[in-house]
């Protein structure tokens, strides 16, 4: 039997309950749509990439494609799946890649374009939890589980 770490552990714990947070508000602003606009706020906080659509009635369908991805990410890294970790790894590591470069343009571009207002906590989870969830699938005793050697990167087998 395979050991699973703690941090594969909580990784697909996260996931799985980001997947349960996405339904349920989805599942809420279909049946009480009095509570739409908040379900909305809710969805776009863990989903971020959703307000690019601008579209609010959107949402709700979204944030049901983005729960099933999450989901099977989740029994992915649950089941030590190489794909798993190498999707999460290589869309974390774009993130954080791209918002770096981004902020770095800003400031040298338009130094005075630049203002931070303060964000919602559920993005701040995100991106603490989005942290963890990389240095995790990179420690190399992780990555001995899903059986890569220790370059790194996923592609470093």
């Not at 794909?83 to 400031?107: E, N, P």
């Not at 603490?128 to 969830?133: C, D, E, K, W, Y």
Request: aromatic fraction near 12%.
């Amino acid at each position: 039997m395979n050991h699973k770490p703690l941090a594969v552990k909580l990784i697909a714990l996260y996931l799985w309950l980001k997947a349960a947070a996405l339904i349920l508000s989805a599942i809420s602003a279909y049946l009480y749509p009095s509570v739409q606009s908040t379900a909305n706020g809710v969805i776009e906080d863990l989903v971020p990439m959703i307000m690019a659509w601008r579209e609010p009635a959107h949402d709700i369908w979204l944030a049901l494609l983005f729960a099933l991805v999450d989901a099977t990410l989740g029994i992915g890294i649950w089941f030590l799946q190489k794909w798993a970790r190498t999707i999460i790894v290589i869309d974390l590591t774009w993130l954080f890649g791209r918002a770096a470069v981004g902020l770095l343009m800003i400031a040298a571009i338009h130094p005075n374009g630049l203002h931070f207002r303060n964000p919602s906590p559920y993005f701040s989870i995100n991106i603490v939890a989005s942290l963890f969830i990389l240095c995790g699938l990179l420690d190399p005793d992780v990555m001995r589980v899903f059986g890569k050697r220790g370059g790194g990167w996923p592609w470093s087998d």
